[in-house]
C-alpha cells in the first residue's frame, strides 16, 4: 500500500484537475448558450436562401445557368475541414479528422484532393499527408460574417478559374449540447434543387431572373460556410462542455476512493502503533 504522502499528494492532484475541468465545464457552458442562439437563429435564414437559390437556378435555361453551377468532370477536389483550435473536447475533432481521411482516401480516391484548413486541430493533423494549401485557425478570435466570406470569396474564386472542380465542406452540426453530426456538405457546384415543386409558379422577376440569381449566388455561398463554421463552434462548445462535465465526474470518483483508501492507510498505522506501544509496555513489564 503507498504512503500516506503519495495518497495526499495524489489527492492534492486530483482535486486540482477537478477545479480546472470544473472551470473549463462552466466557461464552454456560458460560452455554448451564446453560440447555440446564434446558430438557432441565423439556420432557418440560411436554410431559406439555399432553398430559393435551387429553386431559380433550376429555372434558368442552360446558356444562362451560373458559373457557379457549372458541373465539371471531377479530377481536382478541395476539402474543407472545420473543427477547432484546442483540444479537450471528446472526439469533436477527431470525427472530422476521420471523415476528411476517408472522403480523400476513399470516396475521392482517383482524384487530386487537397485542403483547407479551419482550425488549428485540422491543419495540424492533414498538413502530415495531405496538401493543406492554406489553414483559417485565426478566424475563431473573431467569428464575424465578414471573416468567414473573405474565405468564402476565395474558395469561389479557385472554383471559378478551374484550380477545383468540386468543393466539400466537413463539420459538425449542431444538435444540442450532447450530440453533433458529422456533416459532409457539398460547397460548390450547387447542387440543383432535388424537387420541381413550385418551380413553375407565375412568378414576376424585377430585375431578370439571372440577375437575381447572379446576385443571390455569392451570399448564399457565403452564408452557406458562415453557417458550417457557426454550426462547429457550437458543437465544439457543446463537446467540451460534455467532456469537462465527464472529467470532473471521473476525478471526484477518483479523489473519493483516494480519500477512502487514506483513511484505510492512515487506520492501519495508527493500529500499528497501538499495537507497538502495548507490545513495548508488556514487555516491560515482564
Partial sequence: ????KEIRNRISSVSSTMKITSAMKMVSAAKLKKAQDAITAMRPYANKLTEL???LSATLDGDSVSKFSNQREVKKVLIVAINSNRGLCGGFNSNILKESVKLANDVYANQDVSFVAIGKKANDALSKNFNVISNHSDVFDDLTFNNVAEIAQTLM???EEGEFDKIELVYNKFKNAGTQIIMTEQFLPIVPAESE???NLDYIFEPSKVEIVETLIPK???????KAVRDSFASEHGARMIAMH??????TELRDELKLTYNKARQAAITNEILEIVGGAEAMNN
Fill in 53 to 55: 437559390l435551387q429553386s
Fill in 246 to 251: 465527464k472529467a470532473t465526474d471521473n476525478a
Fill in 1 to 4: 500500500m503507498a504512503n500516506l
Fill in 220 to 226: 448564399s455561398l457565403k452564408t452557406q460556410l458562415y
Fill in 157 to 159: 474564386d479557385k472554383f
Fill in 197 to 199: 415543386t413550385n418551380l
